[in-house]
């Protein structure tokens, strides 16, 4: 669009523009120069010989000409250069829209609208759009370019180009950013009288104008047209009278000769019954097969992206251009599956990060996530959800598609579509084409986001598989810890006195390689090699002498234990079976009051099923252990015991027993605790 008529539009819009600041505007323009001298020089303007400068050509024709020269000429000059323009009489196309500027901007004055400058243009504009067609698609719209402008026409352009010349012109003039309800105007021109009694009155004002520039005052629509805009039937007859002078005066001025004009024969545009039999289901077959070649594409043009963010890039941009949106961006659903989030992606786009929408919520996105359906929002002064407002908020456009991304019967997110509100009815019926390009870029989601999910998995397993093995280690390396603290107080303390240390050091020597083990442990992720069986009487006694040497068991509880007069060998190291014990026992040292007692028994072989297990049993009299907790007792849980616990010792118990083909047993009363412990007798050589 012209600049100058961009700032004319503006300035009109914002305060009342004068001589000086239309003299301003016309200079920056030579174009417009040129037009303003050869009117305010013409006959109809000037009688003397010398010929009149511009300062002294705007004076003579004055603000309101002016006006109308710099909207008419703008708009002629930028029209008119169509293509197919120069081979199509354009004079029944210029006189109609002439008469409906003039009309409107009669109706503005009449009914006090404060922009008229805008209703002229809006009238000059309004039929645009069958330009934009003509040059579009010359071979298809050739011939009704030259048809009435009525209804049948605009079911003829649906039909044959899939869009009206009233949505082409409101695309058009939308695309020139202006503050106004102008495009509204042009894409509401041919609506019904009902259905715009609340509108915005430029609307109702090009409606009005229209129709009376192509009937006269008595016809029934017209007359409705001029109730909704206030009008009454004298008013009216006085504006359809005083139009036509004007109207030639504008051609006049802009050098279209509408000599014979009136004469032409307006001719019908072309039924849509008379297509011949079959040619419709051909049409339709053609457009199905055209729209699944493009999705296929589509689909292939998706397929060899490399990486999420790639993809999700190549499909909004896709759909930008296979649909005409403005804008686009993509919702998809998190790893929970009960809510959208916003990937951001394209510029201005990071805060869509922090967006979500919950699938709980209701309102038309979710919905359309939900039911796998596409779903369409205009923003027509009906309430709309505060997710919707801020998504046509984020994309700039006053009307969304929301295409489901739906593969194998499940919803991967949404693919959001800014648009115009007249480009909704068209997209309605492109449904199809959308379903099925929401199909193909879901598939190619689906397997980004699998190889993303098998990658994460393999990640996230072996992450767990170190944190679990680091909390078992940390649980594990406390008790050697333990041992190895008290021991050196013994050591200080025999020292002191000097005693014989050997057997001590001996014993911190143990511990000291039982910590590197575990810790070996961790870098293999899996157990240090160790000795597979053990003399389950000397472990106990090992452990035994290990709490009752150190300052870890109170004074005031008794340790006794039952061992067997022969060797009891089981089939587990007796590193396993001395960190199995001294769980236990540490556990029941933590349990009992004071004047509690611990026994450790060794019960011998026992036949289970047909199997042979040594029998060690840890019993305390403490209080017992509440049935909530015996219930999960062997699962890791939250310690309650304070900071420096795990809440891992019987699970690892546990775990080290099953590893071991062994069972362990817990019965628990108010009166104590009973440990069971069945681990294999160790078998012999060749077994």
């Not at 296979?322 to 804008?327: G, I, T, V």
Request: overall charge negative.
């Amino acid at each position: 669009m012209p600049q100058i008529l961009l700032k004319l539009i503006e300035q009109c819009q914002t305060e009342e523009v004068g001589m000086n600041a239309l003299a301003e505007l016309v200079a920056k323009d030579p174009g417009m120069t040129g037009k303003i001298l050869s009117v305010a020089n013409s006959s109809a303007y000037h009688r003397g010989n010398r010929k009149l400068g511009l300062e002294h050509s705007l004076m003579t024709l004055g603000v309101g000409i002016i006006k109308t020269l710099v909207i008419s000429e703008s708009v002629f000059q930028v029209f008119n250069n169509f293509s197919h323009a120069n081979s199509t009489d354009l004079r029944a196309f210029w006189k109609h829209s002439l008469s409906s500027a003039v009309l409107a901007r009669e109706i503005a004055g009449l009914i006090s609208y404060p922009h008229v400058e805008e209703a002229y243009l809006a009238g000059l504009l309004h039929d645009v759009g069958r330009l934009a067609l003509l040059a579009t698609a010359p071979r298809e719209y050739g011939t009704n370019f030259l048809a009435r402008d009525d209804e049948i026409l605009c079911e003829i352009e649906e039909r044959t180009l899939k869009i009206t010349h009233q949505e082409a012109g409101a695309w058009l003039v939308e695309r020139w950013n202006l503050d106004s309800f102008l495009s509204d105007s042009v894409l509401y021109h041919h609506e019904s009288v009902t259905r715009l009694g609340n509108t915005h009155p430029l609307i109702r004002i090009v409606l009005l104008a229209h129709l009376l520039s192509d009937n006269d005052t008595e016809d029934p629509t017209v007359k409705a047209a001029a109730a909704l805009c206030g009008i009454d039937d004298e008013d009216l007859t006085k504006i359809a009278a005083g139009a036509s002078a004007q109207v030639k005066q504008a051609a006049d001025y802009l050098g279209i000769d509408l000599t014979g004009v009136d004469e032409l024969d307006i001719p019908t545009a072309v039924d849509p019954a008379a297509e011949p039999a079959g040619q419709s289901a051909q049409r339709k077959l053609s457009d199905e097969v055209l729209h699944l070649v493009l999705s296929s594409e589509a689909g292939r043009a998706l397929a060899p992206q490399q990486g999420e963010a790639t993809l999700l890039e190549a499909m909004s941009r896709s759909a930008r251009i296979l649909f005409d949106f403005e804008d686009a961006l993509i919702l998809l659903t998190n790893g929970t599956g009960n809510a959208l989030v916003g990937v951001p992606i394209g510029e201005n786009k990071q805060r869509l990060k922090e967006f979500t929408v919950a699938l709980t919520s209701g309102g038309i996105v979710a919905e359309a996530a939900l039911q796998r359906r596409t779903a369409f929002i205009v923003d027509d002064g009906n309430p709309l959800g505060v997710t919707e407002e801020q998504l046509l908020h984020i994309l700039k456009c006053d009307a969304l598609v929301c295409l489901p991304l739906a593969a194998h019967g499940r919803c991967l997110g949404l693919l959001i579509g800014g648009i115009a509100a007249w480009q909704t009815e068209g997209l309605r019926k492109r449904e199809r084409f959308l379903r099925s390009f929401g199909e193909q870029a879901a598939m190619a989601l689906e397997t980004a986001l699998g190889e993303r999910s098998e990658a994460s998995r393999r990640v996230a397993a072996v992450v767990e598989d170190y944190r679990e093995a680091s909390r078992k280690i940390a649980h594990e390396i406390n008790n050697p810890l333990s041992i190895i603290k008290n021991y050196l107080s013994v050591l200080d303390t025999k020292l002191e006195r000097r005693e014989p240390v050997s057997g001590e050091i001996s014993i911190l020597n143990e511990e000291i390689d039982r910590v590197g083990a575990i810790i070996q442990g961790l870098s293999n992720l899996k157990p240090a090699v160790r000795e597979n069986c053990a003399e389950a009487n000397r472990v106990i006694r090992e452990v035994v002498r290990l709490f009752r040497d150190t300052e870890f068991v109170p004074d005031t509880v008794k340790i006794t234990v039952h061992t067997q007069d022969l060797p009891t060998e089981v089939e587990t190291s007796p590193d396993t079976l001395k960190q199995i014990l001294v769980n236990l026992v540490k556990n029941a040292v933590e349990a009992v009051r004071a004047g509690g007692e611990i026994q450790i028994v060794n019960n011998g072989h026992v036949n289970k099923d047909g199997a042979l297990f040594v029998e060690i049993c840890v019993i305390d009299n403490g209080p017992g252990i509440p049935a909530e907790i015996l219930s999960n007792l062997f699962q890791p849980v939250r310690t309650t015991k304070g900071e420096g616990h795990q809440g891992l010792g019987l699970s690892i118990v546990h775990g080290l027993i099953k590893k071991h083909q062994g069972l362990i047993t817990c019965r628990s009363n108010a009166r104590g605790t009973h440990f069971e412990i069945l681990l294999p007798i160790r078998k012999p050589a060749g077994h």
